[in-house]
T-cell receptor, first 112, second 115 residues
Framework: LAKTTQPISMDSYEGQEVNITCSHNNIATNDYITWYQQFPSQGPRFIIQGYKTKVTNEVASLFIPADRKSSTLSLPRVSLSDTAVYYCLVGPHQTGANNLFFGTGTRLTVIP | DGGITQSPKYLFRKEGQNVTLSCEQNLNHDAMYWYRQDPGQGLRLIYYSQIVNDFQKGDIAEGYSVSREKKESFPLTVTSAQKNPTAFYLC??????????????FGPGTRLTVL
């Protein structure tokens, strides 16, 4: 089971780019990297997923180096509404949910 | 609108009573999941089901039970054997439980308080 390590918390000013790094040293060949966002008293919401190199969607970018032992979620020009907890998950979805592990996540606070 | 519903949003029960949390999805997803979240903590997997009439224990299944008699429904029973049942319970579903890259869609959660 590839567990992950993320910073517990981060602060950023509005309008800045935020990068949250996740370490997953034991990532397996068939593991994907997925990021979720969670607001208080709500369920997590899928943000982005990748396997290697770079993935970009309308919300964020995900950077994965060649060794895949870490990944960085990049949020461009954050706003107050981006204040949330961000979870990095690593797992082979094809073998069942037992391999999905939500750690404590990174609590991002956006400051006006 | 397609989505996942959980009811009720808040639930209070006396210690020693069993309680069942509802989870329904109309996304036509095969896989469904139950997580528990304690204050300031991440999510922990209780049970999951990849297909109707089949389910598997997650990391913290003791004191919980589930059933999956219909594709759209995956109720969770918190039994009196669960030592610390007060928590935020989240239900999720995904298109399948066995495909690469399957995102999970979460319900709004049920906050259970045992008095």
């Amino acid at each position: 089971l590839a567990k992950t390590t993320q910073p517990i918390s981060m602060d950023s000013y509005e309008g800045q780019e935020v990068n949250i790094t996740c370490s997953h040293n034991n990532i397996a060949t068939n593991d994907y990297i997925t990021w979720y966002q969670q607001f208080p008293s709500q369920g997590p919401r899928f943000i982005i997923q990748g396997y290697k190199t770079k993935v970009t969607n309308e919300v964020a970018s995900l950077f994965i180096p060649a060794d895949r032992k870490s990944s960085t979620l990049s949020l461009p020009r954050v706003s107050l509404s981006d204040t949330a907890v961000y979870y990095c998950l690593v797992g082979p979805h094809q073998t069942g949910a037992n391999n999905l592990f939500f750690g404590t996540g990174t609590r991002l606070t956006v400051i006006p | 609108d397609g989505g996942i519903t959980q009811s009720p949003k808040y639930l209070f029960r006396k210690e020693g009573q069993n309680v069942t949390l509802s989870c329904e999805q109309n996304l036509n997803h095969d896989a469904m999941y139950w997580y528990r979240q304690d204050p300031g903590q991440g999510l922990r997997l209780i049970y999951y089901s990849q297909i109707v009439n089949d389910f598997q224990k997650g990391d913290i299944a003791e004191g919980y039970s589930v059933s999956r008699e219909k594709k759209e429904s995956f109720p969770l029973t918190v039994t009196s054997a669960q030592k610390n049942p007060t928590a935020f319970y989240l239900c999720a579903s995904s298109r399948t439980g066995t495909s690469i890259g399957n995102e999970q869609f979460f319900g709004p959660g049920t906050r259970l308080t045992v008095l």
